[in-house]
């Protein structure tokens, strides 16, 4: 009985976890929608909502916004829009470092994560994976003498939130695995551990 059990677990946990994440992200996506009159709206033309429409409307958008950056117009334009921004206080601050963190994770010569790395956190004896993501710069780096390396270290099981620190390069340990594997180490709470590369060339 019980192994009958564990086994369903199995089986549907994964389930139903990647149909929520799914179903919450279209839902979110699906708020696109108000950004169309009301009397657009799938609610108002057919009398019904239709779940999905919002998210099938983002993707156009944000197909069309890349459509157009790609091209002279639209990177001049872009242009402009980044120097009216940047006129402005508060919003000049935000939006540049928004977007250089947007640049570094989704362009293709993005380099966000460098290296998996072992580091001691959060406390000594203690081991976690981290990510190498560059060096310390600006005023920091003349505060810190020696070699140092900027480091992100996830939580488990959501790697989008996690500490950022600075450590001397001989505390960090470079790891023989991608940054995918570790990834997938991490957020499987050390389950889906990566092969070990060293043990696989002796065989």
């Given at each position: 009985?019980?192994?009958?059990?564990?086994?369903?677990?199995?089986?549907l946990?994964p389930?139903?976890?990647?149909?929520?994440?799914?179903?919450?992200?279209?839902?979110?996506?699906?708020?696109?929608?108000?950004?169309?009159?009301?009397?657009?709206?799938?609610?108002?033309?057919?009398?019904?909502?239709?779940?999905g429409?919002?998210?099938?409307?983002?993707?156009?958008?944000?197909?069309?916004?890349g459509?157009?950056?790609?091209?002279?117009?639209?990177?001049?334009?872009?242009?402009?829009?980044?120097?009216?921004?940047?006129?402005?206080?508060?919003?000049?601050?935000?939006?540049?470092?928004?977007?250089?963190?947007?640049?570094?994770?989704?362009?293709?010569?993005?380099?966000?994560?460098?290296?998996?790395?072992?580091?001691?956190?959060?406390?000594?004896?203690a081991?976690?994976?981290?990510?190498?993501?560059?060096?310390p710069?600006?005023?920091?780096?003349?505060?810190?003498?020696?070699?140092?390396?900027?480091?992100?270290?996830p939580?488990?099981?959501?790697?989008?939130?996690?500490?950022?620190?600075?450590?001397?390069?001989?505390?960090?340990?470079?790891?023989?695995?991608?940054?995918?594997?570790?990834?997938?180490?991490?957020?499987?709470?050390?389950?889906?551990?990566?092969?070990?590369?060293?043990?696989?060339?002796?065989?």
């Open positions: 009985m019980k192994k009958y059990f564990i086994t369903g677990l199995l089986v946990v389930l139903f976890i990647t149909v929520w994440v799914i179903s919450s992200l279209i839902g979110m996506m699906d708020q696109s929608l108000l950004l169309l009159p009301e009397n657009w709206r799938p609610k108002a033309q057919l009398g019904l909502e239709i779940p429409f919002g998210a099938l409307l983002t993707m156009l958008i944000i197909f069309v916004t459509l157009i950056a790609t091209n002279f117009f639209g990177k001049r334009l872009i242009l402009l829009w980044e120097a009216i921004l940047a006129r402005v206080p508060v919003v000049k601050s935000i939006y540049a470092s928004v977007k250089q963190v947007s640049d570094t994770l989704f362009s293709d010569s993005g380099n966000a994560f460098r290296q998996a790395v072992l580091v001691q956190f959060p406390r000594q004896g081991w976690t994976i981290a990510f190498v993501t560059g060096k710069g600006g005023d920091v780096a003349n505060h810190l003498p020696g070699d140092y390396v900027s480091v992100y270290v939580t488990t099981p959501n790697p989008t939130g996690g500490y950022f620190l600075m450590m001397q390069r001989t505390e960090v340990i470079e790891l023989d695995m991608s940054v995918d594997e570790a990834l997938k180490y991490i957020i499987s709470m050390g389950v889906v551990a990566p092969p070990d590369k060293f043990k696989s060339q002796q065989n």
